[in-house]
């Protein structure tokens, strides 16, 4: 089939880094631990008596607090931006690997989640849902995403998971 009747439904590199919701809600947690660890000596400036009562359980809940807040954040971002990277690195180098043909063995998400969309095309397995942290095609039927069992579809993807993720990445023709 021709490059000419493909649509292309999902790029990474035009997606850009699309997980950072997930690590920025860690920001809220840095910031309520850098209040927290923080609180004491504003308390101590404002002259407030009645709120200083320093511990040693305090002291450790404060320093807990904020550095677990804080390596979880940058342990999230790292995991989710370091697939990224990868991914938009293999189609930069035309690493990934090509799969085309029709779409068979297709089950549909339900629409309020609870499993994977999946489906699979020459041999090759692929699953995926609106509800998962990916860089990669996440779209399901159920929610107006372009695949269904009558769909033809190119996909350039990652070996290493399958997952839908590149350049190209998921070209189809409307059914």
């Not at 008596?49 to 511990?55: A, K, M």
């Not at 697939?83 to 293999?90: E, P």
């Not at 549909?108 to 699979?120: D, K």
């Not at 990916?134 to 290493?160: E, L, M, Q, W």
């Amino acid at each position: 089939m021709g490059e000419d009747h493909f649509v292309k439904v999902f790029d990474i590199a035009v997606s850009g880094f699309k997980d950072w919701q997930f690590p920025a809600f860690g920001l809220a947690f840095v910031a309520i631990g850098a209040a927290i660890f923080f609180a004491p000596a504003l308390i101590r400036r404002l002259g407030i008596p009645y709120l200083n009562f320093p511990s040693k359980a305090q002291t450790i809940f404060r320093y807990g607090f904020l550095g677990f807040a804080t390596l979880w954040t940058v342990g999230a971002f790292s995991a989710t931006y370091i697939a990224y990277s990868r991914h938009r690195d293999l189609v930069e180098r035309n690493a990934c690997s090509v799969v085309e043909g029709p779409v068979t063995n297709f089950v549909p998400m339900p629409y309020q989640g609870h499993a994977n969309e999946s489906f699979s095309v020459a041999g090759v397995q692929f699953k995926y849902s609106d509800y998962a942290i990916s860089d990669a095609f996440n779209h399901t039927a159920s929610h107006g995403g372009p695949i269904n069992k009558d769909s033809y579809v190119r996909i350039c993807y990652d070996p290493s998971d399958n997952a839908v993720k590149l350049h190209n990445a998921f070209n189809a023709v409307a059914a």
